[in-house]
């Protein structure tokens, strides 16, 4: 079955870096999305990426769709610590006419460097 | 609050109980989505309803599992007979329309099978 690799796993950042994550998958998809997650609570959605190659940024987060349209990766610009919590890659694929269901990666865990 | 609301946020059940959970999707949206979370994980598909329509339930993990959407609006999970494995996040997401894969999650529900 379809499935997707995120990496990292789990990253430190120091205030102000940037930091980069990347989602990889062994299927073609149609649609790429970015969610993040807080304890406790549902995945927010980020960004949504609909085409080969596209790329769309929304504040300091910068994301792509990949030309293969097997992976995607996400950006964040001058992390701040509200920006920690679990980020994932998910991506969507139709099949037989109707609207598939979202493939998410594992997740990659975003802390603050102690 | 206009988003998508998950009753109850907590849940503690002993094995063999059935348990009910409630999605009451964004207003108008018409595709509605469940999903299971387990610790470490991303959310996994369990089923879909496009108005009042099943149209995926392949995914259930059991015959325990079941799930309705009798008007089109609010939706309800049942799990039958709960064991300790069903122990996880129960999540849900509405889509405005066909034209977008954009996913919106409620908050959750959390399930303890003791």
């Known amino acids: 079955g379809q499935q997707l690799n995120q990496s990292p796993q789990s990253m430190f950042i120091q205030e102000g870096e940037d930091v980069s994550m990347n989602c990889t998958s062994s299927s073609i998809f149609n649609t790429w999305l970015w969610y993040k997650q807080e304890p406790g609570e549902g995945p927010v959605l980020l960004i949504a990426?609909?085409?080969?190659?596209e790329l769309t940024s929304n504040g300091r987060l910068t994301a792509q769709f990949g030309i293969t349209r097997k992976d995607s990766f996400l950006n964040i610009s001058a992390s701040i610590p509200s920006d920690v919590g679990i980020y994932f890659c998910a991506g969507q694929f139709d099949y037989g006419g109707s609207q598939g269901n979202l493939i998410f990666g594992k997740g990659t865990k975003l802390s603050v460097k102690p | 609050d206009t988003g998508v609301s998950q009753n109850p946020r907590h849940k503690i059940t002993k094995r063999g109980q059935n348990v009910t959970f409630r999605c009451d999707p964004i207003?108008?949206?018409?595709?509605l989505y469940w999903y299971r979370q387990t610790l470490g994980q991303g959310p996994e598909f369990l089923t879909y309803?496009?108005?009042?329509?099943?149209?995926?339930k392949s995914r259930l993990l059991s015959d325990r599992f079941s799930a309705e959407r009798p008007k089109g609006s609010f939706s309800t999970l049942e799990i039958q007979r709960t064991e300790q494995g069903d122990s996880a996040m129960y999540l849900c997401a509405s889509v405005p329309s066909l034209a977008t894969y954009e996913q919106y999650f409620g908050p959750g529900t959390r399930l303890t099978v003791t």
């Open positions: 309803f496009q108005n009042e329509a099943q149209l995926e």
């Open positions: 990426l609909y085409k080969a190659g």
């Open positions: 207003s108008e949206h018409n595709r």
